[in-house]
């Protein structure tokens, strides 16, 4: 098991810019997917980004594609999500999450979860 705990919501007006950081302890992310997913209140949680436990390769939801980037430091272990051009309906809980390395860049499968940071995006 790996403990997540992000950093970096806030309040930004729309068409502003938030990092997101994701840092881990207990194990090295080296052997983890690593994925970002958000959610407000009275609705499912939604799946934004995913990156390989190399960095390699990267994978992300249709709502944020172009916009948002997932990025890693193993070394660090950390993982990052850089949001650009941001939207109202960007306004949710981030969530880190960690998978087995082995399960791919799929939306499902994620075990471990961060407590999430809120971003707020005014219009």
């Known amino acids: 098991q790996v403990q997540l705990v992000e950093s970096g919501g806030g309040l930004v007006q729309a068409g502003g810019s938030l990092r997101l950081s994701c840092a881990a302890s207990g194990r090295p992310l080296s052997t983890y997917t690593m994925g970002w997913f958000r959610q407000v209140p009275g609705k499912g949680r939604e799946f934004v980004a995913a990156?390989?436990?190399?960095?390699?390769?990267?994978y992300y939801g249709n709502s944020v594609k172009g916009r948002f980037t997932i990025s890693r430091d193993n070394a660090k272990n950390t993982v990052d999500l850089q949001m650009n051009s941001l939207k109202p309906e960007d306004t949710a809980a981030y969530y880190c999450?960690?998978?087995?390395?082995?399960?791919?860049?799929?939306?499902?499968?994620?075990?471990?979860w961060g407590q999430g940071t809120q971003v707020t995006v005014s219009s």
């Open positions: 990156i390989s436990w190399s960095g390699d390769s990267t």
């Open positions: 999450a960690a998978k087995s390395w082995r399960l791919g860049l799929s939306s499902e499968g994620y075990v471990d």
